[in-house]
């Protein structure tokens, strides 16, 4: 998952701001909320910075459920996230499309990035980029849109994102109580980490880096061969590892 840099943040806010006062949204509580959501974005001509007003959760809903572009939410701030180059694109194509082949007659789902989780003892209400789980789907309220019991959780790495995907995002997903495997792909190399909570509830890191490598998701009943995971792109062609330059 990618966060925005602040010149992309500050052009989200403005578009998503017009979309919303096109739609008769109230002018005076949009700014107060948006505010919040990138302490330097310039949220519309004329309007002068003051303190950030924290956003509640349900505030949060009612804005992003009416929303072109998507955010992020923790401890009463929005995020604004960003695009993501092809190779990213490709590997959580991959990884949904490999889980969902073996999903099929069985009552499993996979979900892609629009599906927002929420972390109910944090607070965090994010997009992973592939979520999955088997058993029947819990969600936060009758739309559907919230998931709160993933099993597995996918996210690819870009260099400004692996930091916080790794660390205080994990922390986060470490307290969802239902799930069991965290994976992490690289989007620039040949390598992924996968994190199982054993029956001692200690977090295990196995990591795969050959084409060849079988990768089991216990926890779904998946398993897949690394190269099937990064085919199409650069990374693997033929099932062999592409030599990238240094």
Known sequence: MRRPTNTEAETHVVLFTAGFLGRGFDSRRLHQILRTRIPRAKVLAGMSTQARVPVTPEQYLELERK??????????EMFAMAGAPEAHNILVMNMAGLIYLQFRQRNCRVYGSDMRVNVSSTGLYT??????????????????DTLLNPS??????????????????????????????????ASDRVHVD???????GKWVL????????????????????????YEKTDLVRDGEESARPS
């Open 152 to 185: 597995v959780i996918v996210e690819v790495l870009s260099s400004s994102t692996e930091a916080y995907d790794r660390g205080r995002k994990f922390e986060h997903y470490r307290a969802v109580p239902t799930l069991v495997q965290y994976v992490l792909v």
């Open 194 to 200: 996968v994190y199982t909570r054993d029956a001692a």
């Open 67 to 76: 929303a072109e572009h998507k955010s992020e939410y923790f401890a009463g």
């Open 206 to 229: 196995t990591s795969f880096a050959k084409p060849d490598d079988h990768i089991e998701l216990g926890s779904i009943e998946v398993q897949f061969k690394v190269s099937e995971l």
């Open 127 to 144: 997009y992973p980029d592939v979520s999955a789980l088997c058993g029947e789907p819990h969600f936060l309220d009758q739309r559907r």
